[in-house]
């Protein structure tokens, strides 16, 4: 994807400033602070851009890029006889903030263009005809999904089984999906429950309520009118925290590592 960008003569010549996210975004504690990323065009005239238009280009650029890859990897695994015996899922780590709610990048907010990501799943041999799933799922599910096709049972590890959907069922899936892990702000959380969704700066001890179906932009806090689901939802929440906090996945494993792999993983997003 890289060489897209390369290809279009687009280079990111610096990290400055900070993100010029709406005043009362950071208020609300809803966003984290960003670097806003500065690209440039190059050319003989030099030149710049910064608006939502050019990075939602940019962007287009690189999903193209990404469709035109797997067109020849799926063929080859056609030729070779693999499709009619393997699941095929295409998924994504996290989205991308191109100007919505006035920030860039990735990783500084947990509205939906930032964590509603795809989840496409063909079975072997594929299907007839496509269909789509309105049940909420995260991607945890993946996982104990793939084991129970294979004919296991997925033991201590989040997430459910949605092969009751795939087999065309209606209810299953996660129902509440909780997402977290912001870059500068590890007590931010977020609850998806149906139609609606909550956001809560644990630092801040600030929270909104979203009608995504009414309001799929994230930009009218219903919390106020509606008590009573912000109440179900932050419960949810405070019960996946504290089995988190109770549970250190990590801590028996901590391999040393050098600085320039940690300073790698800094830029990528992933060490703080």
Do not use: C
């Not at 991308?96 to 072997?124: A, C, K, M």
């Not at 139609?195 to 644990?202: E, P, Q, R, S």
């Amino acid at each position: 994807m890289l060489g897209v960008l390369a290809d279009a003569g687009v280079q990111l010549d610096a990290v400055v400033g900070s993100a010029n996210d709406p005043a009362e975004r950071y208020e609300a504690g809803l966003v984290s602070p960003a670097p806003r990323l500065i690209v440039r065009t190059a050319g003989p005239s030099g030149g710049s851009w910064e608006t939502a238009d050019g990075g939602r280009g940019r962007y287009a650029a690189e999903v193209r890029d990404m469709d035109n890859r797997l067109g020849p990897f799926l063929s080859a695994l056609e030729e070779r006889g693999y499709l009619d015996h393997a699941y095929l899922i295409l998924i994504a780590d996290h989205g991308e903030s191109l100007h919505d709610h006035g920030n860039w990048d990735h990783g500084y907010t947990l509205f939906e263009d930032q964590i509603h990501v795809p989840l496409i799943i063909r079975p072997p041999g594929g299907l007839k005809k496509s269909k789509d799933i309105q049940n909420i799922v995260g991607l945890v599910d993946v996982l104990p999904t793939l084991i129970a096709q294979a004919g296991g049972k997925a033991e201590n590890v989040e997430g459910k089984d949605l092969s009751p959907l795939l087999a065309g069922k209606t209810t299953g899936g996660s129902g509440l999906v909780f997402s977290g892990a912001t870059r500068t702000n590890p007590l931010m959380y977020s609850v998806r429950g149906g139609n609606y969704k909550l956001i809560m700066n644990g630092r801040l001890n600030r929270h909104a309520l979203f009608d995504i179906a009414q309001d799929p932009g994230e930009n009218n806090n219903i919390a106020p009118q509606m008590p009573q689901i912000v109440a179900q939802l932050r419960t949810y929440m405070d019960d996946v925290v504290e089995a988190a906090r109770s549970k250190p996945l990590f801590e028996a494993y901590a391999p040393q590592m050098s600085t320039e792999r940690r300073e790698l993983l800094r830029s990528l997003g992933y060490a703080n």
